[in-house]
């Protein structure tokens, strides 16, 4: 081998090494609509990107719905927000991601999330008066009215 090849075998195995891993987004259904999207904060992150779209895989990395970037951390995380959108049970969120790290843009291609799919739900605990327990879990977009008398 010689002193050349052993050189750039050396480099892409630190390349390699130093590269970065997008952190997996998670995936925060709103009700009674809207949606959230974000990953963790961490130092040398400067931007985070999300493209998305429902009930149909993109074809390619301009076909999209949704295409943000967010470019400051709120809370910890960086959030892409839909406000307006309503995802039903059953519905995919075909979407990639990107991070900015040090600079550098990273992405996480290929990632799908299934509305309803075990973590949309939200689990109410209720104290009777008599002391008595109740606890309540709504799944997928629920409305819940409460009457207190």
């Known amino acids: 081998m010689s002193q050349a090849t ?8 630190v390349v390699g090494i130093l590269a970065y891993n997008v952190p997996q987004a998670t995936v925060k259904v709103n009700s009674p609509q809207g949606f959230e999207v974000s990953i963790p904060d961490e130092p040398g992150i400067s931007l985070f990107a999300f493209h998305g779209k429902v009930n149909e895989e993109m074809d390619d990395l301009s076909d999209q719905t949704w295409a943000a970037d967010i470019v400051s951390s709120r809370n910890g995380r960086w959030t892409y927000r839909n406000r307006h959108h309503r995802l039903q049970p059953g519905d995919v969120l075909y979407y990639w991601t990107t991070a900015r790290y040090h600079g550098i843009d990273y992405h996480n291609y290929n990632q799908r999330y299934v509305v309803g799919a075990g ?8 104290h009777g008066s008599n002391g008595g327990h109740l606890p309540i879990v709504a799944s997928g977009h629920n409305t819940i009215n409460i009457h207190v008398h």
């Open 6 to 13: 052993k050189v750039l075998v050396f480099l892409l195995l």
């Open 119 to 126: 973590g949309d739900s939200q689990r109410i605990d209720v």
